[in-house]
């Protein structure tokens, strides 16, 4: 069983996230921001990173940073806002992939079996 980390400060998310990851059979762990996500990130292993990128104090961006220290794995940006990203420098980070928190459940867990499964480190905007 996959085990899943997701990175929040909005609790509503982090639960429908979980949720609809719970159903499709995934371990999941949850953090409401930064830091405590990087901790659970050392105390456990992951085959996946979910991270929202605005976030106060520790922003999605310097999560990633902190866990491509420690580890590759592959990870997803996400954000409720719009943000006009240059793919090329999103894969620099090791990002797999930006989503809109609107994006529709399917896609959704079609995305996370892609990251999972094939391990393919090539940026997507969703």
């Not at 050392?42 to 106060?56: A, E, K």
């Not at 620099?92 to 989503?99: E, F, M, T, Y």
């Amino acid at each position: 069983m996959k085990n899943i980390l997701i990175i929040d400060d909005n609790e509503d998310v982090l639960d429908i996230f979980k949720q609809l990851l719970l159903d499709e059979g995934y371990r999941v762990s949850t953090a409401s921001n930064g830091a405590s996500g990087v901790v659970l990130f050392l105390m456990q292993s992951f085959d996946l990173v979910i991270t929202d990128i605005n976030m106060p104090k520790m922003s999605g961006f310097d999560v990633i940073k902190k866990i491509n220290n420690i580890i590759k794995v592959p990870i997803i940006l996400m954000s409720s806002d719009y943000l006009p990203v240059d793919p090329d420098d999103v894969k620099k980070l090791g990002v797999n992939a930006i989503i809109s928190k609107t994006i529709n459940d399917y896609d959704f867990c079609e995305l996370i079996k892609h990251c999972i499964e094939d391990k393919v480190y090539e940026s997507k905007i969703f």
